[in-house]
């Protein structure tokens, strides 16, 4: 199971929402083997940090309707809508966006992502995200 660090499941409730979604991946699937919420790091990429197969620093941002054109990656800094957040290179970064405007062409996880300078987009409209999710298993037990 995973450590509850500082500050843990402090923060705003998409985030809280991706943290249980990870873990509850890591319940089902057995491919993660420790999540850290608040992630002690250099950079500020620190709202997840997952160890499975290769280990992942994830930020989490609940911006709605982001789109690709928002995102500004310079260096070691990702720019959303104004907000700057730093990143160590050396690291694994993902960057989870409450968002359903960012084509993906790419899986992180098995969530639709893409790959920017070298870190995985991950976009997630929670709503759309559990209506399909229901609806698949509602035709699953109807057959």
């Given at each position: 199971?995973?450590k ?14 991706i943290?249980t979604?990870?873990l ?11 999540i ?6 250099d950079?500020?990429f ?6 499975a ?5 994830i ?7 982001t ?12 720019r959303?809508?104004g907000?700057?957040?730093?990143y ?14 960012i ?7 098995g969530f639709?992502?893409?790959i920017?300078?070298?870190i ?24």
């Open positions: 199971m995973g509850v660090a500082r500050n843990a499941l402090k923060g705003y409730t998409f985030q809280h929402y943290f979604l990870f509850a991946k890591m319940d089902s699937d057995r491919a993660i083997k420790k850290e919420s608040e992630a002690i790091t950079g500020n620190d709202d997840l940090y997952i160890e197969n290769e280990n992942y620093r930020q989490v941002k609940n911006y709605p309707n789109k690709l054109d928002d995102i500004v990656i310079t260096g070691d800094s990702v959303i809508k907000n700057s957040n730093d160590s290179q050396k690291e694994n970064n993902v960057l989870i966006i409450n968002t359903d405007q084509h993906t062409d790419s899986e992180f996880m639709p992502s893409t920017i300078n070298g995985v987009i991950v976009p997630v409209d929670l709503i759309n995200y559990f209506q399909r999710k229901l609806a698949l298993r509602y035709l699953e037990f109807c057959d």
